[in-house]
């Protein structure tokens, strides 16, 4: 695998101040498209938060301009469909949620920066997991 050269060598933790796990390798996820949401020096977007994407997640994302749903093979990339699990922008989740349109969360694999933008209390209101 190719690697960025900023990419994240050192363990990255989760939100719940454990290792970070792998959010999803089908479709393959992460900013530097290794299936976990590590957050580099690099990822101007803060791609740190696992979601369980749903079909109003995928329709409020799409309507603020970024795409989800439909695939683009010249990136390699499938479009996703409700239930897939993608690292999301930070900032994009949060947005969503003020709308109403939160996706899921893993929180064992959303990357602890996304602590920045939602405290811990709120994320677990929307985890699929126990954290563990």
């Not at 469909?81 to 690292?87: E, M, S, Y």
């Not at 994009?92 to 959303?110: C, F, M, N, Q």
Request: charged share 25%; proline share 7%; net charge negative.
């Amino acid at each position: 695998m190719i690697r960025r050269a900023e990419e994240p060598v050192a363990p990255s933790r989760n939100v719940l101040g454990g290792p970070l796990k792998t959010c999803s390798t089908e479709p393959m996820t992460g900013f530097y498209r290794n299936g976990c949401c590590h957050v580099g020096s690099d990822d101007l977007g803060v791609h740190a938060v696992c979601t369980e994407v749903t079909a109003e997640f995928l329709a409020f994302s799409k309507a603020a301009g970024n795409d989800l749903s439909t695939p683009m093979p010249q990136y390699g990339f499938p479009g996703l469909k409700p239930g897939d699990r993608w690292c999301v922008c930070a900032a994009r989740w949060k947005e969503a949620l003020d709308a109403g349109a939160a996706a899921r969360i893993v929180l064992a694999a959303t990357h602890e920066k996304m602590l920045e933008f939602v405290p811990l209390e709120e994320l677990k209101k929307y985890a699929v997991d126990e954290g563990e």
